[in-house]
C-alpha cells in the first residue's frame, strides 16, 4: 500500500531535521518526528532577539490571530526525544511564565504521518477517537468548548471520513480537502506537508504538562503505525469489560497516564464514540480493500439493499445497546423510560442525554 509521501508528492521531512545531541529517550514512542508551535503576548523583546539566540530549532513569526507584543514560536521537524530539551531550552532563554499565555494562545503539535500508508493513518483516527475525551481531560482549561479546537465527537465529520479514505487514493485526497482546520485533530496540514496537528493544548509555561502532552501524542503515533486498521477496528468493536478497556488504554497511552478514575469515564465515552463511527460506514459502497459494514458485523454483503440496511440497522442496535450497558454496569444507575428501540434512539441516550443521567465529571455535558 502507497504511503502518505508516495499519493501526495510531499517533500521528504528527513530533509529538513537537524543534528541534536540532547535527548529525552522514552521507548520506540520517542522516535516519531513533530513539531511544535507556541503562541505568545506580552513578549519584552524582539523578534529578532528571539530568532538569533533559538537559532537552528526555532523561527518566529507574527500571528494575526494574537494580540499587541506577540510571537508565533515554530520548531523545525524533530523527533519527539530531542523535542523534550528544545523545548526546555526554548523557556530557559525566553523566560516566558504563564503571563505570556492568554486566552488566545494555544500550542499546537504537528505529527508526521508522510511515512504512514493509508490503513495506519485511519487506525490513527479510529484510535485517536477512542481518547480523545482522555486528552481534553488531560489539557483541561475547558478546550473542548473552545471554537479553535474542536472535539471529533462534536463536528460529527470523521463519521463519514473513514470509509472514503479507504476506497482510492482520489477518494482520500478529496477527503482530506473537505476537512476544517479548527478541529482538534486537524488533518488539512496531510495536503501540504504531511503532518496531522494536535490543537488540544492551552499556550502555558508548564513544562512537566508539557513533556507529558507531547508523550502521549508520541505514544497515540506509534501504537497507530504498528497497527492495521482491521486489526484496530475488531479490536475496538469487540471492547467490552473493564479489563478489555484497561488493555486498551495501556496500549496506547500506558507509562504516560495512569489508569485511574479520572481518565476511566473519557475513554468509556471516547470508545462510545469510535463504535458510532462504525454506523455511519455506507454498506453499499465497500472500499478497495473489500471492507465494508456486512464484514464489521460479521456476514457478507450479498443480500438485497433492505436486508443489508436492516442489517445494519441491526448491528446499531445492539453495539450501542451494550455501549449504555456498560455504562450502566460500570458508572452508575440509569433511569431510562421509555427503553429506546431504535440505533437513532439509543444515540441520543448514549451522547446528548448522558449529561442528565450521569453526575457530574463521571461524563461532561456536550456543546450542541
Not at 486498521?229 to 486498551?248: G, I, P
Not at 454483503?301 to 460500570?330: I, S, T
Request: hydrophobic share 40%; glycine share 6%.
Amino acid at each position: 500500500m502507497k504511503t502518505i509521501i508516495q499519493i501526495m508528492g510531499h517533500e521528504a521531512v528527513e530533509h529538513f531535521l537537524a543534528p541534536h545531541s540532547a535527548a529525552i529517550e522514552f521507548g520506540p514512542a520517542s522516535n516519531q518526528i513533530l513539531g511544535v508551535e507556541v503562541e505568545t503576548e506580552r513578549l519584552q523583546r524582539s523578534h529578532g532577539w528571539y530568532s538569533e539566540r533559538l537559532f537552528p530549532n526555532w523561527t518566529v513569526t507574527q500571528d494575526n490571530s494574537l494580540r499587541g507584543a506577540s510571537g508565533e514560536f515554530v520548531t523545525i521537524p524533530m523527533k519527539a526525544s530531542n523535542l523534550l530539551p528544545a523545548l526546555q531550552n526554548f523557556y530557559s532563554i525566553t523566560g516566558f511564565t504563564e503571563e505570556n499565555f492568554t486566552d488566545r494562545c494555544s500550542i499546537h503539535v504537528h505529527a508526521n504521518v508522510q511515512d504512514f500508508t493509508v490503513d495506519q493513518l485511519v487506525s490513527l483516527t479510529l484510535m485517536y477517537q477512542t481518547v480523545e475525551d482522555i486528552f481534553f481531560e488531560f489539557v483541561g482549561h475547558w478546550r473542548d468548548t473552545n471554537l479553535y479546537s474542536i472535539p471529533w465527537s462534536q463536528c460529527r465529520m470523521s463519521y463519514k471520513m473513514i470509509p472514503s479514505m479507504l476506497r482510492s487514493d482520489g477518494a482520500f485526497i478529496e477527503s482530506m480537502r473537505g476537512w476544517q482546520k479548527y478541529t482538534a485533530l486537524n488533518l488539512l496540514p496531510i495536503l501540504n506537508q504531511g503532518t496531522v496537528e494536535f490543537r488540544h493544548m492551552h499556550g502555558t509555561a508548564d513544562m512537566d504538562k508539557i513533556s507529558t502532552w507531547v508523550k502521549m501524542i508520541s505514544h497515540l503515533m506509534y501504537a497507530a503505525k504498528s497497527s492495521t486498521f482491521e486489526e484496530v477496528l475488531n479490536t475496538v468493536k469487540d471492547l467490552n469489560t473493564s479489563s478489555q478497556y484497561q488493555r486498551w488504554f495501556e496500549r496506547i497511552l500506558g507509562g504516560v497516564l495512569p489508569y485511574d478514575d479520572r481518565y476511566r469515564a473519557p475513554l468509556f465515552q471516547g470508545i462510545v464514540n469510535a463504535k458510532y463511527s462504525f454506523l455511519t460506514l455506507d454498506p453499499k459502497k465497500p472500499s478497495k480493500k473489500g471492507l465494508d459494514f456486512g464484514e464489521y458485523i460479521g456476514t457478507v454483503d450479498v443480500a438485497p439493499q433492505e436486508e443489508r440496511a436492516a442489517r445494519v440497522q441491526g448491528a446499531a442496535d445492539r453495539l450501542l445497546r451494550e455501549a449504555l450497558e456498560r455504562n450502566r454496569a460500570e458508572m452508575t444507575r440509569w433511569t431510562i423510560d421509555p427503553l429506546p428501540t431504535t440505533a437513532g434512539e439509543w444515540r441520543a441516550v448514549v451522547m446528548d442525554d448522558i449529561a442528565e443521567n450521569v453526575p457530574t465529571p463521571i461524563v461532561r455535558p456536550r456543546i450542541r
